[in-house]
């Protein structure tokens, strides 16, 4: 079984066929903020000045009240983040409060109970349950009160979820599908993974990551990271040299050995996607993935006997896992990106109306390469200086180049400019895919303004969208 990841096509993500079962709604990993719920609900407060139901006087309800539909259920964290309170909390009886980034805090209050783990200190994920809705407190019936607040003041809820891609819609939110696995991670050499990051994984190549997941206790993003280090989740699927078939590549004597039936139709055949990736996840489990970080690591050797291709595996199943590569789930809408896409894009929203001017560095003033450095490293990525260096660092293994039509708000888009014509001198950071516009620092006329590129794709010799990898968080990009 060797890798076979080579110069890629960046073609959009299509079913692979043979998934023995239909793909799931889903959000995989940490793709910023969702509903802090996990069914259907109606909201029965909203923020504001009210008379309050107990007390009957006329004062600030700082939050906004969700009923579960049909009856109380789970309430889950609306991002990553760390608990900073769990417990009885005055009149809001149970309650949990979650730091996240940026200065904001949210608030679950009335909680009939609070999850095993959920204590101080404790780091939680978009979508883990933080305890079941109930009537603790001072309230009247079974709710969630939810509150968000910002550098210690509390803002309306409503607006803040929709100006972060998660409205409060009263639909039931898609499960996050986030494992708690925690996997080696990647070390050096690595081989494919420095120029090649994660590609989106088609949903019902997803669908059987996840079900092949459940059945060995393997977890899903390594079985992602073996997909893309072998076939590129299925785009590079035709027998290697060696002989390797299937969407996993395996040879057929391993596969006599270890392949399974994973579609149920009473064969294990090498080619179908589904036998492969279960027949995957079986080898995967009797080499001693499930054993910690060496039973993964020895696992991966034996799946192929070269130290690069363990770390290239790890290094795209930490990828996956972190939420990026643009996992394709249906019946969804794709999440917003990493959530150090989403803090580069408030970042830059804020800073709409300062001076461009070339080669500043801010605080007020900008080129287009500073300001979209700045933006993410507000959210933490350090990355180069001018926006060709760039590209490049992104291409060399920080980032994944994009389809036009599938980017994401904080995208970038690197354009030719004054440098000449097969040369970047331009990057702007993508916030409304919809519309096709962003934000950037484009000219002295212009400022740091919102712009449209919508046509830039056919009237400049040089247009490319990149997604910084979330596993870039801290890295140091070389001036």
């Known amino acids: 079984m060797a890798a076979l990841v080579v110069a890629l096509p960046m073609a959009p993500a299509t079913a692979t066929g043979g998934s023995g079962g239909s793909a799931p709604s889903c959000v995989v990993g940490s793709a910023g903020w969702r509903p802090p719920v996990a069914q259907r609900y109606v909201i029965t407060s ?127 939110p898609a499960p996050v599908l986030k494992t708690n696995a925690a996997l080696p991670v990647a070390g050096s050499p690595r081989r494919h993974s420095m120029k090649q990051g994660a590609l989106s994984v088609p949903a019902d190549l997803m669908n059987l990551y996840l079900r092949a997941s459940r059945q060995y206790a393997v977890p899903w993003q390594l079985l992602a990271g073996v997909g893309m280090e072998e076939t ?103 999440p917003a990106g990493t959530a150090q896409a989403a803090g580069a894009v408030r ?45 490049s660092w992104l291409a060399s293994g920080h980032g994944t180049r994009i389809t036009p039509g599938q980017e994401r708000p904080g995208d970038l888009i690197f354009e030719d400019s004054y440098l000449g014509p097969d040369r970047i001198g331009f990057v702007m950071l993508v916030t409304d895919p919809g519309q096709q516009r962003g934000i950037a620092a484009r000219n002295p006329r212009l400022q740091v303004a919102r712009l449209s590129y919508a046509g830039a794709q056919r009237s400049k010799h040089i247009f490319e969208i990149w997604r910084v990898e979330a596993s870039t968080a801290g890295a140091a990009g070389t001036d």
């Open 46 to 172: 909203t923020f504001g000045n009210r008379v309050n139901p107990i007390s009957h006087d006329r004062r600030l309800h700082a939050g906004v009240d969700l009923a579960m539909l049909p009856g109380p259920g789970p309430v889950v964290a609306a991002d990553d983040g760390t608990v900073v309170r769990a417990g009885p909390f005055g009149g809001l009886g149970n309650e949990v409060t979650v730091q996240h980034a940026d200065g904001v805090q949210t608030r679950y209050g009335h909680l009939a109970r609070i999850a095993a783990g959920i204590t101080p200190g404790s780091k939680v994920a978009a979508g883990q349950v933080l305890g079941e809705e109930g009537s603790t407190g001072a309230s009247t019936g079974p709710h969630l009160h939810f509150e968000v607040h910002r550098n210690g003041a509390p803002i309306d809820p409503v607006r803040f979820m929709a100006e972060h891609g998660a409205p409060l819609s009263g639909a039931s």
């Open 347 to 391: 970042w830059a929203q804020s800073k709409v109306g300062h001076r461009f001017r070339f080669g500043a560095d801010g605080p007020d003033a900008w080129d287009s390469s500073s300001f979209v450095q700045a933006a993410y490293a507000q959210a933490g990525v350090r990355m180069p200086r001018t926006a060709q260096q760039q590209r």
């Open 232 to 334: 590129a989740q299925g785009r590079n699927n035709h027998t290697s040299s060696a002989g390797a078939r299937g969407v996993m590549q395996f040879l057929p004597s391993t596969f006599a050995r270890y392949g399974v039936d994973g579609n149920g139709d009473g064969k294990a055949d090498i080619r179908n996607d589904a036998d492969s990736v279960f027949s995957a996840a079986h080898a995967l489990h009797a080499w001693g993935a499930t054993a910690g970080d060496a039973g993964v690591r020895r696992a991966l050797f034996s799946y192929n006997h070269a130290e690069w291709y363990v770390n290239d595996v790890l290094f795209y199943a930490a990828a996956y896992a972190a939420g990026s590569g643009g996992i394709a789930c249906t019946g969804v809408p794709q």
